[in-house]
């Protein structure tokens, strides 16, 4: 079966770095998704790891290690907007469909 | 291109009641997805489909059927409508599952 863990909720303040945890057990690994969610709204693709490492983009990077399950989503120089839900997901084991953990939401205060 | 459309945004039904929540796509994407979304919980996949005629159930299908006669489109029925279906239900779509998903904006259900 698959499983993907993530914390519920973070809190952080206005131009700080925050890092976004999430593990997963999976029988065949397909690559890692993060998505971002706001309130209200669809969610929206942010990052797609297949290979160990950090990928940067702008002001977001997320890391993996396929080794030790692991993943995280890293946010610098944060803003009043990435207040929002981020959703850690990995592909089904017939790589057809994704699964998504529950999401962490996280606050963002002045 | 407008993406993926979802109709209706919002629908009030009662319990025994049937609808249909209409998806459609215009990038040509093979595969297509209906997710549902608890308050506070991820996505839960309740069908999907790999392309025009084939369907598969997902982590939460009873309760719901789907059709994919073209690659446009991608209808979600539910039959005899429950409370426990009252939801935000998305649609999605992508090129494989290894590619992003694009997401409709959402129709919010709810059952009374």
């Known amino acids: 079966g698959q499983n993907i863990d993530q914390p519920t909720e973070m809190t952080a303040t206005e131009g700080a770095i925050v890092q976004i945890n999430c593990t997963y057990q999976t029988s065949g690994f397909n690559g890692l998704f993060w998505y971002q969610q706001h309130a209200g709204e669809a969610p929206t693709f942010l990052s797609y790891n297949v290979l160990d490492g950090l990928e940067e983009k702008g002001r977001f990077s997320s890391f993996l290690s396929r080794s030790k399950g692991y993943s995280y989503l890293l946010l610098k120089e944060l803003q009043m907007k990435d207040s929002a839900s981020y959703l850690c997901a990995t592909p089904n084991q017939a790589g057809t469909a994704l699964i998504f953990g529950k999401g962490t939401t996280l606050s963002v205060s002045s | 291109n407008a993406g993926v459309t979802q109709t209706p945004k919002f629908r009030i039904l009662k319990i025994g009641q049937s609808m249909t929540l209409q998806c459609a796509q215009d990038?040509?994407?093979?595969?297509m997805y209906w997710y549902r979304q608890d308050p506070g919980m991820g996505l839960k996949l309740i069908y999907y489909s790999v392309g025009a005629g084939i369907t598969d159930k997902g982590e939460v299908p009873n309760g719901y059927n789907v059709s994919r006669s073209t690659t446009e489109d991608f209808p979600l029925r539910l039959e005899l409508a429950a409370p426990s279906q009252t939801s935000v239900y998305f649609c999605?779509?992508?090129?494989?599952?290894?590619?992003?998903?694009?997401f409709g904006p959402g129709t919010r259900l709810t059952v009374l």
């Open positions: 999605a779509s992508s090129y494989t599952a290894q590619n992003e998903q694009f």
């Open positions: 990038m040509n994407h093979n595969y």
